[in-house]
């Protein structure tokens, strides 16, 4: 086991893997520098809920600050760089991963997937059949089946049996997912989404897919518990202890204490330990640095969750509340919305961390908020009057 991290060393080295320590881009941000972020996570988690703009987006404005959103899109759904699937929830991978991922859906295949799914497979084999049929003739979203067969009764829950079908033919890797206006999900062969040279390499070994994940899983946090890195692809957590044995015993992860963390951690032998991290940003609850929860408690002190099923009178912070990050610490969170039917990025409420310096923080976040507005395409911000940052943020 190497030498031991403070929890101030293990939060900037896991910043720096994140990408908060690399310098600011020189310019306009291009492709260069979203490959980059996507060199850093490997995986953005995908969302549709729309509060301030899907969360997707967010953690490369979170790294490189605002850029045309469009060219996310052009990778992952024209130029076929990155593709959709399923690894930590619904997410974009790198389409060079795909062949690491089979395993998952053998899984799915085996029925250790969603309970509606495994259902519609088994009861209605003929009509996925069918489904799949149609999708080879051409790309279609649920709704353009021939016979989407809408919801009868609680049994399939709230979705029609052909979206079932599809999310089916998906999770199992017959079918891949491109995205149309609003965010519309269009399936089509998964041999015309990932290249032909990428499906033709043949199958890994599970385990040796699993290890593979497990050390970019390290190389994305820096440093992190075997729950953190087991959580990154969401992977079964026999298979993955399992796998973080073999990865430390093979010399591609180390094993190190943390300070207060009371259980064994693993680092990449390439995590970078800088002196500083300045970063000055907002967070998508969806982002790597907080999607785990109690990690985001061990390193930061940062007691998060989203609140958005949350009924709205009992709600601490608001619907969409994005953290703040300022230097190499959580120092708050806003509860944003974009309406862009007035043209403004709303600050619904505004709260600091016990201990923060509120003034320097709204000083440092509020260009950023007017970064924000931008990116999503709204002309200003309009700050409200809930939270105890909040009259910071206003400026009196």
Known sequence: MSGGLSIAEARRMALAAQGFADPSPAGRVDRRHLRRVMGRLNLLQIDSVPAVIRTQY??????????????????????????????????????TDEPLLRWEKRRAAEGRTWKSLVRVARTEPGYVGEVLAQVAERPLAAGQLADPRPRSGQWWGSRSLGSLALEWLFRTGAVGVRRRGNFVKEYDLIE?????????EPDPDPADAQRALLVRSARALGVGTAADLIDYYRMPVR???????????????????????????????????????????VLSPFDPVVWKRDRAARLWDFEYRIEIYTPAAKRVYGYYVLPVLVGDSLVGRLDLKTDRAAGVLRVLGAFAEPGTDRGAVAERIRPRLEELARFVGVEGVRYGRRGDLMAHLRGR
């Open 239 to 281: 298979d993955g202890r399992a796998r973080l044995s073999e990865a430390v015993e093979a010399g591609e992860l180390e094993t190190v204490e943390v300070q207060g963390w009371g259980e064994r951690a693993y680092r990449h032998p390439e995590a970078r330990l800088p002196r500083t991290v300045d970063a000055a940003t």
């Open 58 to 95: 967010l953690p490369g404005f979170s790294r490189l600050g605002a850029y045309p959103a469009d060219l996310l899109d052009r990778l992952a759904y024209r130029d076929g760089e990155w593709f959709e699937t399923w690894a930590h929830e619904a997410s974009l991978a790198p389409v």
């Open 192 to 200: 015309r989404v990932v290249p032909a040279r990428v499906l033709a």
